[in-house]
């Protein structure tokens, strides 16, 4: 069995564990490797397909209400977290595997060489959330990649104003929200903040500073462009069409995307482009419905009519930027991920059902407040409610509700003790480092120690070897006046010649002389050898200190002492 293998059944077992613990849920290896497959074909080959060969694409969300789905997407997420080694490198050789099976056949293999010209990606609020980070990282993380594959191909990003104003006003709906603790929430940013903990001025702050952080991110920001009769759309047709397909509650969002649709049409002056990189303008939207119905703007006279559409969702602009930096391999498994993390949140319309029933609940204080917040808040909390119920919020009921706190808090619990287990396997390795730290610098410190106790006996040594040297000099020359001093002190027979020689007064210096050094002898009991030791003594300390002054820069390693001196 080849490493790919030994990976991919690794993958499978660790999968089939997850299921059983996580969702209590027996499941086959046939059934978990088709799950996965599905979840992997409905969000990576279309988009790859689409990107070599304009094929269109219709939905790209699987059915999230499939309770094998659930627990493939939940997994796929676990992996990417906190998986083994070898499943992640599994899952990252079936996400790169897939997108490659989908570019292989492009037969544009100058296009990584060759930079896009002239071409500009409009985005939508919801992917300037993510790319600000406010919708938590992993989507950060894959937003962050578009764009940065996009500039690096020579693609400008904009921002058109009224987008910056709906953006504005997600952030200043979050910051009422969370300034007045309500409950009544909904969307990835203010979700996001609620889990992290914001206050009011966090994303009020998020507000102030937001032209600085869009250019942070490469974003620069424009205003529509002027109505141009000849190029004008039927904009009420147009909403009339958007509505059908994604039915909004909120007018100012219909009119915002529809200026955006507007204003794209006119940035090409109304032609129709069937290469991406000759497209001019591109809205890139995080909604599937969104870009299904500006692919059916296209549509006249034609069931299937290729090119490159108004609006594309996100990941197929990535995944067409990724077919020309192959080499770039973090965005096949984030896109997987991001597509993992859709199916787990399920269909935003039927969620909004089963927080009402939450609510509901809560209210008639059934659910406690921390299990109203894990239900909320947690996607593993979400994703084992739509699995339970196969996405009916009529078959959502209490003991449902206590199966998910159960299963999700277990989880949650078992994260936590992982994570505190980690910090303690690391807190361990620390403080062996420390330890062992502590050993090497001890060693240092007495290797240092044994190091200047040698320079010190150097010094000492060679300072006792020039005192002696010193006081021995000394010493016969006191000895030779002692002599001196007997020999024209001494009554003779006959003076000595040097008597008569010397004058009179220095005779008498020499006979004192000698009678101070006996009369001292006699009285402190010091010698002439004591007297020399004494000398060698505090002339050897004196020279020491001096040596110590001079050359303690020196190291005796480098230079030796005896040879300085």
């Excluded at 497959?37 to 209400?65: F, K, M, N, Q, Y």
């Amino acid at each position: 069995m080849n490493e790919v293998s030994k990976n991919q059944l690794a993958l499978i077992r660790e999968g089939i564990t997850f299921g059983e613990r996580v969702f209590g849920r027996s499941v086959s290896d046939q059934e978990l490797s088709d799950a996965i497959v599905a979840l992997v074909h409905s969000e990576l080959i279309p988009v790859a397909d689409w990107a070599v060969r304009g094929t269109p694409v219709d939905g790209l969300a699987p059915d999230s209400d499939d309770p094998l789905l659930q627990i493939a997407a939940q997994f796929i997420l676990h992996v990417m977290s906190e998986g083994r080694s070898e499943s992640l490198k599994a899952l990252e050789q079936i996400a790169r595997g897939s997108l490659l099976a989908g570019v292989l056949w492009s037969v544009d293999v100058d296009a990584p060489n060759r930079r896009i010209e002239g071409l500009e990606l409009h985005l939508d609020t919801t992917l300037l959330l993510r790319l600000l980070g406010l919708c938590g990282p992993a989507r950060q993380s894959f937003s962050k990649e578009l764009t940065q594959l996009a500039v690096e191909s020579g693609i400008s990003l904009v921002c058109f104003e009224h987008t910056k104003r709906e953006v504005v006003g997600v952030l200043s709906a979050a910051a009422s929200i969370l300034g007045q603790g309500r409950r009544d929430y909904y969307g990835e940013a203010v979700e996001y903040m609620v889990t992290e903990g914001w206050g009011p001025s966090d994303a009020e702050e998020v507000i102030a500073s937001l032209p600085e952080r869009l250019l942070d991110c490469g974003v620069v920001l424009r205003h529509r462009p002027d109505r141009d009769p000849k190029f004008n759309m039927d904009e009420d047709a147009l909403a009339d069409l958007l509505n059908s397909k994604i039915h909004y509650t909120n007018k100012q969002a219909q009119r915002t995307d529809v200026d955006s649709f507007a204003s794209i049409f006119i940035l090409r002056k109304g032609r129709h482009y069937d290469r991406f990189e000759a497209s001019r303008a591109l809205f890139v939207t995080t909604n599937s419905n969104l870009a299904l119905a500006a692919r059916q703007l296209y549509k006249v006279g034609e069931d299937d009519m290729r090119g490159v559409p108004l609006a594309l969702v996100e990941s197929q602009v990535a995944t067409y930027l990724w077919a020309r930096h192959t080499d770039r391999g973090d965005l096949p498994l984030d896109l997987l991920g991001i597509g993992a993390m859709s199916v787990a949140e399920g269909d935003p319309k039927v969620w909004l059902k089963f927080v009402e029933k939450i609510e509901f609940l809560h209210s008639r204080e059934r659910l406690v407040d921390r299990d109203y917040v894990t239900l909320r808040q947690s996607l593993l909390a979400r994703s084992l409610l739509l699995a339970k119920t196969d996405g009916n919020v009529d078959a959502f009921t209490e003991d449902t509700a206590e199966f998910v706190l159960s299963h999700a808090q277990r989880e949650h619990s078992r994260e936590l003790q992982e994570e505190i287990s980690k910090r303690d396997d690391d807190l361990a390795r620390a403080r062996q480092d420390l330890a062992a730290s502590a050993v090497r610098a001890s060693r240092t410190e007495a290797s240092l120690r044994g190091e200047l106790a040698a320079r010190t006996d150097a010094y000492a040594s060679v300072a006792l070897r020039r005192a002696k040297a010193i006081v021995l000099v000394v010493g016969i020359g006191v000895s030779v006046l002692l002599l001196i001093s007997a020999v024209v002190s001494f009554p003779w027979p006959v003076d000595p010649p040097l008597a008569t020689v010397l004058p009179w007064w220095i005779s008498l210096g020499v006979g004192l002389v000698a009678v101070a050094l006996g009369v001292s002898a006699l009285i402190s009991g010091v010698t002439v050898k004591g007297l020399g030791a004494w000398a060698v003594t505090s002339l050897a300390r004196r020279l020491e200190e001096r040596y110590k002054a001079r050359f303690a820069p020196t190291s005796p390693r480098d230079v030796s002492v005896k040879d300085e001196l």
